[in-house]
Nanobody, 124 residues
Framework: QVQLVESGGGLVQAGGSLKLSCAAS????????MGWFRQAPGKEREFVAT????????YYADSVKGRFTISRDNAKNTVYLQMNSLKPEDTAVYYC?????????????????WGQGTQVTVSS
């Protein structure tokens, strides 16, 4: 079992930056592949980024590639999402998730644990 708590969301103007954090507690953090997902009002949840257990592998959705960076600090039990060049269409609730499997996945059902989410609003 692992508990996930996101933070760092807020209101930012288009072109600005935010850095989200997700703190994990419970079992050893380094055994989990971690991911970020988002859900905008009226839309389905969508994949944003994922990072391997050791942090050496990452994968991004095309919509955020080159603008967002996922990273993790296993000593701090935390995964991050640095978001630059934000656009109004990035507005959503952002969720971090953990999965027991070692492979990267963009599929929500592949993840076993989810945080409560943090709101990101980008104004035009």
């Amino acid at each position: 079992q692992v508990q996930l708590v996101e933070s760092g969301g807020g209101l930012v103007q288009a072109g600005g930056s935010l850095k989200l954090s997700c703190a994990a507690s419970g079992r050893t953090f380094s055994i989990y592949t971690m991911g970020w997902f988002r859900q905008a009002p009226g839309k389905e949840r969508e994949f944003v980024a994922t990072i391997s257990r050791g942090g050496g592998g990452t994968y991004y959705a095309d919509s955020v590639k080159g603008r967002f960076t996922i990273s993790r600090d296993n000593a701090k039990n935390t995964v991050y999402l640095q978001m630059n060049s934000l656009k109004p269409e990035d507005t959503a609730v952002y969720y971090c998730a953990a999965r027991m499997g070692g492979t990267l996945s963009h599929s929500g059902p592949a993840y076993n644990y989810w945080g409560q989410g943090t709101q990101v609003t980008v104004s035009s």
